[in-house]
């Protein structure tokens, strides 16, 4: 899914596991954090949301399904529910934010 293609699916990729793993803004302020440290330019707005809601809705209804790794290391905050609240939120302000 994202070995090989438009540096707009690994970063949108990369902003959906932080958003899941460590809360919403987290995942929304990947993109400035990644062009700040030298990354490649991303596509304009309407573009770069096609990339991020593409890999967020992959998750959707069950955000649980990529949790059984971040559990098995440790991460039992991590409940469906967790998942399903920050996935939501995530999915919003992405809306919020390049719509």
Excluded: I, M
């Amino acid at each position: 899914e994202t070995s090989w293609g438009p540096a707009d699916l690994d970063v949108a990729h990369c902003s959906t596991a932080l958003a899941l793993l460590h809360g919403p803004e987290h995942g929304l302020d990947f993109r400035e954090r990644y062009e700040a440290h030298g990354g490649v330019q991303l596509a304009d707005a309407a573009d770069h949301l096609y990339w991020r809601l593409l890999d967020a809705l992959a998750y959707a209804p069950d955000a649980a399904k990529l949790a059984g790794p971040w559990r098995e290391l440790g991460r039992n905050d991590l409940t469906p529910a967790v998942l399903g609240v920050r996935l939501e939120a995530y999915v919003g302000g992405l809306l919020e934010r390049y719509a």
